[in-house]
């Protein structure tokens, strides 16, 4: 069996915490049992390998999320790295070839697709596992997990099952679906056995090959990449879920959340202070979230969300928290911190005069980690090392720096940089156009360039 | 006429905009009549200056306002500067002591003392301007000004008149004082035609310098200079206004308010948002201050003010306001951002490692302005231009420098530098202990240094 976790998600929901670079599911928010912050794919990851089936999971995301994949899971993490960012159902398509062509993955095996950021006990992972057998048994083209609601939201899908069908079965077979009811519709939903729709699927990877065929669609991994682009933007539900012959759905009995807005996570959240800050005691039921330097002093305001980041500052009532989305949409704005592959920066300050732009950056590189070898064409940069020690690479020339060194990189100088222990730099990027995307990526043998140094 | 505005405060009351450096009295939240912000004490000495006051005032401030003073209101403005910062007696002392000794003031003339943070109408300067002639006519030993209360405010102190004084006077005798009534009490009060103390007292410098030398203290500005440290710290309420025979109140019958906190202060505040920031509709009564770069969203919450600068960030219902004072008075940080005489800087970052700190700043210089010439004796600086163009001495050597120019200053360098037009810099500060006090200033003819280089 295959996992298939889908981590998207467009960053507007849990504002001013999640970016386009670092959407809700890795916020490290959660508190893992060992008392460490930890974010909800963290869990999800931590969770599987629980179940022991971390090793068969693989995270399809888009290459915006990549290094932050990497850097919270695992270097050596399963990834397959969407094109463009789309919907569900191009993306479990790319998977699907991806498995079939590049892997070799065997027609009957059973593919689950998951969501990176559900947050559940530890037995939805297990229960997932019996999709399995669920699949094999029934012979349905698609096995569901199903949530027995504790209320009647007016904000999940619906799976209903058909009636009398799950007499000593660990499944039931699917009648229809309802989208978002009203309370009412939902309360006799609930009535009727109906289920929560969790958005997990599985199916053997040989019917998802068949379907890319039917719609001629390519299955081979490499052609599906060059069509990307040309697929219908649509969700795997509409496109395959409510047109298949026969649905099954296990039922799973226990905690299941979509902390998807700021009210529902804040629930989560076991301390009501994270980072820099005080509550003051009249302000009962309101939860902080400091990622700033600076500190917050919340005073006489109860049921509040305040959470701040370099890329906003929110007051919030938790009941109106989930507006956010609708508020910000129209707000451009360059990421202000992200995660990467190597360590991680954060935008400290930034002006514009006429054509000429500054960025000031601070920027932590993990022991042993190097940023790629690379050149700007717009923008030259001043770096003061400001803690640890590595080896700076400048036009080809090695160079042994320290706290305290200062390093300047003219426009189109080739330069790269390893940490030997923990190093933080401050970076003043000086230029007329300012973008992350301005980086020019070269090849280098690291250890050609020291040899050289040395003789 | 003498006017002496004293410009004190701890700066805890409007946190986190206020701090150490620039008290309320400095920040700049009013809006003048041509549309810009401006602070109390500019506002004050805007409208002295409509009265045509403003050439005799001296400002009585302590060392750690001095450059702030100059920044908002003139270079060339009189300044009497505190050796440390005391009450209201000792400062008015040292004051008399000086216009007495320094500046040869004439010991019939009548010397006003006033705050310089009141929100008051103009009329009120011109009524101030009135307390020479009450002080000639009534030959009182101080005159006051009382403001016509227009509630029975419990945060104020009052002035009791005797009855039946004022029939045809701009005065009246004062009968005695009354501390923070109670509600109730303070109902009776103005039934009795009690008035607000404003804090304005006038006086012939020869009252105060006979009361020196009958308390045995010095007359001579620098002998007092001397013993400042020795002086009892008492409010010249308590230690003169209260003691003496014959006092007389000129009544005000306009606006005044005390702006002391955040809730009297948003009051007058014209626009609900000042910097980067949304608040939606249902934030009825919601004020935000955004000093910092990051946008702020408020959300549903009505009658809160949220502040936000370098050195924290507040979120408070308005009624709970005043408190913040208690709460933060234990909070100790250095100041994240000052105004000084030759520009502005903001702290972006600070980290500490072991024994080693390191601070990055953003610095402003004003074209004109220079830095003194200095040294450090704990700390080596890099700055990088990132704007303007200017003249950086180094040991004694003068360079050009301009946007893009990164400048190392070793420890214990001399250095200083001058802005031809406004130039920004950043500089990172690294050391074993980073403190506004670790300065030598240094002497330096800056023509001799630039004639030298020229050579």
Not at 121 to 150: Q, R, W, Y
């Amino acid at each position: 069996m295959i996992f298939a976790l889908l981590s998207g998600g467009s960053g507007k929901r849990l504002w001013p915490l999640s970016n386009d670079s670092r959407s809700k599911q890795f916020l490290k928010v959660l508190m893992n049992p060992n008392g460490h912050m930890e974010s909800m794919v963290q869990r999800v990851w931590r969770q599987l390998d629980l179940t022991g089936l971390q090793d068969s999971v693989y995270v399809v995301t888009g290459q915006g999320q990549l290094e932050i994949v990497q850097n919270q899971l695992h270097d050596k993490v399963n990834v397959i790295v969407e094109p463009s960012r789309r919907d569900t159902f191009p993306a479990i398509a790319l998977t699907a070839t991806y498995l079939y062509s590049i892997v070799g993955v065997n027609l009957q095996e059973v593919i689950a697709v998951l969501p990176a950021d559900p947050y559940a006990d530890n037995d939805f992972f297990c229960k997932i596992a019996e999709l399995e057998s669920a699949i094999h048994e029934s012979d349905a083209d698609i096995a569901l997990m199903g949530v027995k609601p504790t209320y009647p939201s007016e904000k999940y899908g619906y799976i209903i099952p058909t009636e009398g069908t799950s007499e000593g079965r660990k499944y039931e077979i699917v009648s229809h679906f309802r989208e978002k009811p009203s309370e009412d519709q939902a309360k006799i939903l609930l009535e009727e056995g109906a289920l929560w729709n969790c958005g997990v699927f599985a199916f053997k990877l040989d019917y998802l090959i068949n379907l890319l065929i039917e719609k001629g669609l390519p299955i081979q991994y490499e052609e599906m990449l060059k069509q990307y682009e040309t697929l219908r933007n649509i969700s795997f539900d509409f496109e395959v879920v409510e047109r298949a012959q026969k649905i099954v759905v296990a039922k799973f009995n226990g905690i299941w959340k979509d902390l998807g807005t700021w009210n529902t996570l804040a629930e989560e959240i076991s301390t009501p202070i994270i980072g820099k800050g005080i509550i003051c005691e009249n302000s009962v039921n309101t939860h902080l979230i400091n990622e700033l330097d600076i500190p917050v002093t919340v005073l006489g305001c109860p049921n509040l969300i305040v959470v701040t980041s370099p890329d906003g500052i929110l007051v919030a009532d938790k009941s109106s928290s989930p507006q956010i989305k609708e508020l910000i949409k129209n707000m451009e704005q360059r990421p202000m911190f992200e995660e990467r592959r190597w360590g991680r920066y954060r935008v400290l300050d930034y002006i514009k005069k006429d054509k000429c732009e500054i960025l000031t950056k601070r920027i932590g590189i993990d022991a042993g980690k190097n940023l790629s070898y690379q050149l700007h064409t717009k923008r030259s940069e001043a770096w003061t090392v400001i803690e640890g020690v590595g080896e700076f690479i400048l036009n080809d020339k090695m160079f042994h720096v320290q706290a305290g060194d200062v390093l300047q990189i003219p426009i189109r100088a080739r330069h790269s940089i390893r940490a030997i222990t923990d190093m933080e730099i401050i970076e003043v990027q000086s230029g007329s156009e300012l973008i992350e995307e301005d980086i020019v990526r070269l090849y280098m043998d690291w250890n050609d360039i020291v040899a050289q140094t040395v003789r």
